[in-house]
């Protein structure tokens, strides 16, 4: 299975914020949409960083609430690892397990074309694993 199988079923729109709001402002991103991380996009509509719920409270523990008025450019993380959707799960479920991070932008041709989670990793693997048991089934039951 591919990542592409994983937008197919969930869609691939996805929430963008500028490196310019501030951690305030995407903090309230978060919880309208409830996700957790945000694409930011350049002014040309190119990937600039991803931040996280993560990236947030690792920045308020450092300097305290006054960093909600930062921009999220201070505190994002700018070397993004990022898929195609022709790329595996397999391969980005051990990325995501060595690199420690929850999100992946899928990036084709340059552009931006979604995001997929771990939430959505392990729910495509279940179902696979799901059919597979009912496709064994079924064939023990016609043997």
């Known amino acids: 299975m591919t990542v592409a199988s994983i937008l197919a079923h969930k869609g691939s729109d ?12 995407v903090a309230g991103v978060l919880d309208r949409h409830k996700i957790g991380a945000v694409i930011a996009l350049d002014g040309t509509g190119k990937l600039a960083g991803i931040m996280s719920e993560r990236d947030i409270v690792r920045a308020i523990a450092r300097g305290g609430t006054a960093v909600l008025d930062d921009p999220v ?22 990325k995501m397990s060595e690199g ?3 999100h992946v932008p899928v990036v084709d041709s340059g552009k931006l074309v979604g995001v997929i989670s771990i ?10 694993i799901e059919m597979e048991w009912q496709a064994m089934q079924d064939y023990i039951a016609a043997s």
């Open 119 to 128: 939430g959505d990793v392990v729910k495509r693997r279940i179902a696979d």
């Open 73 to 94: 450019s201070s505190h994002m993380t700018k070397k993004v690892v990022t898929c195609t959707s022709k790329d595996r799960i397999s391969s980005i479920m051990r």
């Open 14 to 25: 996805t929430v963008t914020v500028s490196p310019d709001d501030s951690l305030k402002a």
């Open 100 to 102: 420690k991070f929850r």
